[in-house]
C-alpha cells in the first residue's frame, strides 16, 4: 500500500515569496491534515478536512495560508506571502475516517524563508 | 485544553543500555487515544503504538514496550538493550474529539 505523498520535498524562497505544497493521502482515506512543524517543536495542526470539507481550520493563519481539497484526495496549501517564522517542515497526514484512527504522515517538505 | 508534556529534551545511552522516555498528559475527556511516534533523521513520523483511555493493559513489542497510567497521567516508553538505529527523535501525542495534540519531542541519541 502507497503511503502518504508530499512534494516537493524541499522548498527555499524568499519572503513576500508564494509557495505551494502537494499532498496526496493513502487511498480511500477520507480525511486529510496539514500540519507545521517548527525546528525543535511538535507537529502543530493547521488544518483537518474530511472528504472535501474543512473540519478544523482554527489554527491555519488564514491572512497568509490557505487549503484546499477541491474533489476529496489531493490536497494543496499555499502560504503568500511567506514571512520568516513560516520556515518549518509541513507534514501531512491521512486517516481512514474516524477521529479515532491512526494518522499516517507523509516525508514532508522542509521551507525555508529566507 | 489538552496538553502533552515531554520533560526530557535529549537523552543519551550507549548501546545495550535501557531508556525510558517519559511523557505526561492533561485531558478533561473521558475517552481519548495516546501514541507514541518516531521521528528519524529523514523526517517521516513513523507511527509506534496507540493507546485508548479505557485500555491500561501493559504493551510490550520486541525490545519496545509501555507503560500507561491514569492515575498519573502518564504514558511512558521503555526501549530495552537499546541500539544505534533507535536513534531518533519520540513524540508523544493525544488524540481527543477536537485534535491530535503532540509533545515537544525527546531526542534519543544511541552510541556504540
Known amino acids: 500500500e502507497a503511503g502518504v505523498a508530499q512534494s516537493p520535498r524541499y522548498k527555499i524562497i524568499e519572503k513576500r515569496q508564494s509557495v505551494a505544497f502537494w499532498c496526496n493521502p493513502i487511498s480511500g482515506h477520507a480525511t486529510l491534515y496539514w500540519y507545521q512543524q517548527i525546528l525543535g517543536q511538535g507537529p502543530k495542526l493547521l488544518i483537518q478536512?474530511?472528504?472535501?470539507?474543512?473540519?478544523?481550520d482554527s489554527q491555519l493563519p488564514k491572512d497568509r495560508f490557505s487549503a484546499e481539497r477541491l474533489k476529496g484526495v489531493d490536497s494543496t496549501l499555499k502560504i503568500q506571502p511567506a514571512k520568516l517564522e513560516d520556515s518549518a517542515v509541513y507534514l501531512c497526514?491521512?486517516?481512514?475516517?474516524?477521529?479515532?484512527?491512526?494518522?499516517?504522515f507523509g516525508p514532508g517538505t522542509r521551507l525555508t524563508v529566507t | 485544553a489538552q496538553k502533552v508534556t515531554q520533560a526530557q529534551t535529549e537523552i543519551s545511552v550507549v548501546e545495550k543500555e535501557d531508556v525510558t522516555l517519559d511523557c505526561v498528559y492533561e485531558t478533561r475527556d473521558t475517552t481519548y487515544y495516546l501514541f507514541w511516534y518516531k521521528q528519524p533523521p529523514s523526517g517521516e513520523l513513523v507511527f509506534l503504538i496507540r493507546?485508548?483511555?479505557?485500555?491500561?493493559q501493559n504493551e510490550i513489542s520486541g525490545r519496545y514496550s509501555w507503560n500507561f497510567q491514569k492515575s498519573t497521567s502518564s504514558f511512558n516508553f521503555t526501549i530495552t538493550a537499546s541500539q544505534v538505529v533507535d536513534s531518533a527523535v519520540y513524540f508523544c501525542?493525544?488524540?481527543?474529539?477536537?485534535?491530535?495534540?503532540f509533545g515537544t519531542g525527546t531526542r534519543l541519541q544511541v552510541t556504540l
Open positions: 497526514a491521512s486517516s481512514l475516517e474516524n477521529w479515532d484512527y491512526e494518522q499516517y
Open positions: 501525542a493525544l488524540l481527543t474529539a477536537s485534535k491530535l495534540t
Open positions: 493507546r485508548n483511555s479505557f485500555d491500561e
Open positions: 478536512f474530511q472528504n472535501n470539507g474543512v473540519v478544523d
